[in-house]
């Protein structure tokens, strides 16, 4: 994407009116706001919505809410959701089925055009995992047509992460903290005596556009200056690392390694991981009927690896009957053969599994057991 | 699958030990209830109507457990009268809350609880349908719910398997879009261990999963139970939040009674 225009500023009344311009041009405006004591995502009506004063404080199996003295609104790190629920709902109906008079079905693809969405206050990470589903959904010779109409209309407002969580780990997956290529716009909030702003710039045409129509001043070095220390100091502020190794290798080399049985030990196969996963994909579909069996619709929902019934087969019983081994698939493929099928990883560092895993499996504790099985495997004894 | 040239299903709904709950469901199907009324000729229900069609029945609905010796007997009828046996609900499915009879002395109960004792004649458990005949699908929960049930009346006449899915209430949780309790919160919930089936309506509303639909088809007690006691339970309130509705089911009872010994 081009790198539109120069940079400018603008204050909480310029992001009030950014969620006003989107909303003015037909958008369902999807920010972060506080519901449920998490900073969810959920469709926005007004800036006085966003979670200004909130942060998160993040442990492996703990989120809580916390107040910020400071009043920023994007000091907080991944929350319960991911893009993914917006992107590639959770419930999707595919087609529908009619049996008419003369007994014959009539097949309609489903047609609800898709919405316009804008997404406002996309981490990095989460930039990067829209990528990455973008290739899971649409890069093959079976591209998904209703994924790819959201993503197509969907307007990107990226905020650069300035507040890591404990859980995160984007430096090491290369994914952040620093916005990547793939917006329409890039914030990055700025708290000082000088004030609250955003250093804001335009990543396409029709970033521009918006941003054209918003109150601003020209950046000031100063601004721009705090903006890029703020982004570099999250850098150096990683709660998790992953081991400096090959993960794809590694995921190799320890398909029978012990920690499997360790973490397995933990691990309830309630497949939280997967969902809360900005980029777990899995799918399975149900058809449903109606009492008088004259109409038929078939439903696709979210399936997790971690469900008996993901690899249950016709004649019974399912291929991955133990926990182990579905603890295993999701994290060798996440880490590991995600590469030989998509050609990238499918993690991208934001630490939600860590954060939403019940009783606190560690996806980096684990990449590093492995990695320490290994190494104490290869020493001559 | 079961209609014969044309003519329309029959459907009969039984009573067993239980609050009548989740029979009552069907006629709470409101929007529904005409459509299925249109499907199937509801032949034989008490609560509805005290006429009863004849033998046998398409599908049988059970709501109840067996606590006498006479349900024990009048649940074989039922069977060989039946093409379909469905049980609804955590009493036929489980054994309900009154299996907490199972733990204690029945006789001693009777006799605290009634004036004239002599007149009640009893088993000494609650037992679940299938304890007693074969069982073609257990609907779970206290009460079952609505679109469960009319989803299995509906697949009955498609002849098709119902979209039943015995996972946890996390994965309806997560497709909610509920943030989970346990962890932003710290609410002791049993979700995890749970099946699905609710649509996780109770940590929709900020409170823990009782597990009012049993044990799901994955569970890892050794990891679970510590989260219940990091969150506040001790001993007595993890055995007891295992004895509910579901305290007869085979896994929920095994944890009770191993947490019990500790």
């Given at each position: 994407?081009?790198?539109?225009g120069?940079?400018?500023v603008i204050?909480?009344a310029g992001?009030?009116a950014?969620i006003a311009v989107?909303l003015g041009?037909?958008?369902?405006?999807?920010?972060?706001?506080?519901?449920?004591?998490?900073?969810v995502?959920?469709?926005l009506?007004?800036?006085?919505?966003?979670?200004y004063?909130?942060?998160v404080?993040l442990e492996?199996?703990?989120?809580r809410?916390r107040g910020r003295?400071?009043g920023?609104?994007?000091a907080?790190s991944?929350?319960?959701?991911s893009?993914?629920?917006?992107?590639?709902?959770?419930?999707?109906?595919?087609?529908?089925?009619?049996?008419?008079?003369?007994g014959?079905?009539?097949?309609?693809e489903?047609r609800?055009?898709?919405?316009?969405?804008?997404?406002l206050?996309?981490r990095p990470c989460?930039l990067?995992?829209?990528?990455v589903?973008?290739r899971v959904?649409t890069?093959?010779?079976?591209?998904?047509a209703r994924?790819?109409?959201?993503?197509?209309?969907a307007?990107v407002v990226a905020v650069?992460?300035t507040?890591?969580?404990a859980t995160?780990?984007c430096v090491?997956m290369?994914?952040g903290?620093a916005v990547?290529p793939?917006?329409?716009?890039?914030l990055?909030e700025v708290?000082?005596?000088?004030?609250?702003?955003?250093?804001?710039r335009?990543?396409?045409e029709e970033?521009e556009?918006?941003l054209?129509?918003?109150?601003q001043?020209p950046a000031?070095?100063a601004t721009r200056?705090?903006?890029?220390?703020?982004v570099?100091?999250?850098a150096?502020?990683?709660?998790r690392t992953?081991p400096p190794?090959?993960l794809?290798?590694?995921?190799?080399d320890t398909?029978?390694a012990?920690?499997?049985?360790?973490?397995?030990?933990?691990?309830?196969?309630?497949?939280?991981?997967?969902?809360?996963?900005p980029?777990?994909?899995c799918?399975?579909?149900?058809?449903?009927?109606?009492?008088?069996?004259?109409?038929?619709?078939?439903?696709?929902?979210?399936?997790?690896?971690?469900?008996?019934?993901f690899?249950?087969?016709?004649?019974?019983?399912?291929?991955?009957s133990?926990p182990?081994?579905r603890y295993?698939?999701w994290l060798?493929?996440k880490?590991?053969?995600?590469?030989?099928?998509?050609?990238s990883?499918?993690?991208?560092g934001?630490?939600?599994?860590?954060v939403?895993?019940?009783?606190?499996?560690?996806?980096?504790?684990e990449?590093?057991a492995l990695?320490a099985?290994?190494?104490?495997?290869?020493?001559?004894? | 699958m079961s209609?014969d040239?044309g003519?329309?299903?029959?459907?009969?709904v039984?009573?067993?030990a239980s609050c009548d709950?989740c029979?009552?469901?069907?006629?709470?199907?409101?929007d529904?209830?005409?459509?299925?009324?249109?499907?199937v000729e509801?032949?034989?229900?008490?609560?509805a109507?005290s006429?009863?069609g004849?033998?046998?029945?398409?599908?049988?609905?059970?709501?109840?457990?067996i606590t006498t010796?006479q349900d024990a007997?009048?649940?074989?009828h039922?069977?060989?009268v039946?093409?379909?046996?469905?049980?609804i609900?955590a009493?036929?499915?489980?054994?309900?809350v009154q299996?907490l009879r199972n733990?204690?002395?029945?006789?001693?109960f009777r006799?605290?609880?009634?004036?004239k004792?002599?007149?009640?004649?009893?088993?000494?458990?609650?037992t679940?349908i299938?304890a007693?005949?074969?069982?073609d699908?257990e609907l779970r929960?206290c009460?079952i719910d609505?679109g469960q049930l009319v989803e299995?009346i509906t697949?009955?006449?498609?002849?098709?398997?119902?979209d039943?899915?015995?996972?946890s209430?996390?994965?309806q949780c997560?497709?909610?879009g509920?943030?989970?309790?346990i962890v932003a919160?710290g609410t002791?919930c049993l979700?995890?261990?749970?099946h699905?089936g609710c649509?996780?309506?109770?940590p929709?509303y900020?409170?823990g999963?009782y597990?009012c639909?049993?044990?799901?088809n994955?569970?890892?007690?050794p990891?679970?139970?510590?989260l219940?006691r990091r969150?506040?339970m001790?001993?007595?309130d993890?055995?007891?939040a295992?004895r509910?509705?579901?305290?007869?089911a085979?896994e929920?009872?095994?944890?009770s009674?191993?947490?019990?010994?500790r």
């Amino acid at each position: 994407m081009a790198d539109g225009g120069a940079p400018a500023v603008i204050d909480k009344a310029g992001l009030d009116a950014l969620i006003a311009v989107l909303l003015g041009r037909g958008r369902t405006v999807i920010g972060p706001t506080v519901r449920d004591g998490a900073i969810v995502l959920a469709e926005l009506s007004g800036g006085d919505e966003l979670p200004y004063g909130w942060g998160v404080e993040l442990e492996a199996g703990r989120y809580r809410l916390r107040g910020r003295a400071d009043g920023a609104g994007f000091a907080h790190s991944a929350g319960p959701q991911s893009w993914k629920t917006f992107l590639h709902p959770p419930r999707e109906r595919q087609w529908t089925a009619e049996r008419g008079a003369d007994g014959e079905l009539a097949f309609s693809e489903e047609r609800t055009p898709p919405p316009a969405f804008a997404f406002l206050g996309v981490r990095p990470c989460d930039l990067r995992a829209i990528e990455v589903l973008d290739r899971v959904l649409t890069g093959g010779p079976h591209a998904d047509a209703r994924y790819r109409g959201r993503r197509q209309r969907a307007f990107v407002v990226a905020v650069e992460c300035t507040e890591p969580g404990a859980t995160c780990f984007c430096v090491s997956m290369g994914t952040g903290p620093a916005v990547g290529p793939g917006y329409d716009l890039a914030l990055t909030e700025v708290l000082d005596h000088e004030g609250h702003r955003f250093l804001v710039r335009a990543g396409t045409e029709e970033g521009e556009a918006v941003l054209a129509e918003l109150p601003q001043r020209p950046a000031d070095p100063a601004t721009r200056t705090a903006a890029r220390e703020r982004v570099a100091e999250a850098a150096d502020r990683m709660g998790r690392t992953m081991p400096p190794v090959d993960l794809r290798t590694l995921m190799r080399d320890t398909l029978e390694a012990e920690r499997w049985n360790d973490a397995t030990a933990r691990c309830l196969t309630c497949g939280n991981c997967t969902m809360v996963c900005p980029t777990c994909f899995c799918t399975s579909t149900e058809d449903i009927t109606d009492l008088t069996g004259d109409h038929a619709e078939r439903w696709r929902r979210w399936e997790s690896c971690f469900d008996l019934d993901f690899t249950h087969l016709a004649g019974g019983g399912s291929v991955r009957s133990s926990p182990r081994s579905r603890y295993r698939q999701w994290l060798t493929h996440k880490i590991g053969t995600w590469h030989d099928q998509f050609g990238s990883s499918g993690c991208v560092g934001c630490g939600r599994c860590i954060v939403w895993c019940p009783t606190g499996i560690d996806i980096t504790e684990e990449a590093h057991a492995l990695n320490a099985e290994r190494a104490a495997a290869g020493q001559p004894r | 699958m079961s209609t014969d040239g044309g003519r329309r299903p029959k459907l009969a709904v039984w009573k067993f030990a239980s609050c009548d709950g989740c029979q009552l469901t069907l006629l709470d199907c409101e929007d529904e209830l005409l459509g299925i009324a249109e499907e199937v000729e509801i032949s034989y229900f008490l609560e509805a109507s005290s006429a009863a069609g004849p033998v046998p029945y398409d599908l049988s609905l059970v709501d109840g457990s067996i606590t006498t010796r006479q349900d024990a007997e009048r649940v074989q009828h039922i069977r060989s009268v039946s093409r379909r046996l469905v049980t609804i609900g955590a009493c036929a499915t489980a054994g309900g809350v009154q299996a907490l009879r199972n733990y204690a002395d029945v006789a001693e109960f009777r006799a605290v609880v009634y004036a004239k004792p002599e007149y009640i004649a009893t088993l000494a458990t609650s037992t679940p349908i299938s304890a007693h005949v074969p069982v073609d699908l257990e609907l779970r929960g206290c009460p079952i719910d609505r679109g469960q049930l009319v989803e299995v009346i509906t697949a009955f006449l498609a002849g098709r398997k119902p979209d039943v899915p015995d996972h946890s209430v996390c994965f309806q949780c997560k497709q909610r879009g509920t943030p989970c309790v346990i962890v932003a919160h710290g609410t002791p919930c049993l979700g995890p261990v749970t099946h699905a089936g609710c649509g996780a309506l109770c940590p929709a509303y900020g409170r823990g999963c009782y597990g009012c639909f049993g044990p799901s088809n994955s569970i890892n007690f050794p990891a679970f139970i510590p989260l219940l006691r990091r969150d506040g339970m001790d001993t007595l309130d993890v055995v007891r939040a295992f004895r509910t509705f579901n305290t007869a089911a085979p896994e929920f009872d095994a944890v009770s009674r191993e947490e019990a010994r500790r």
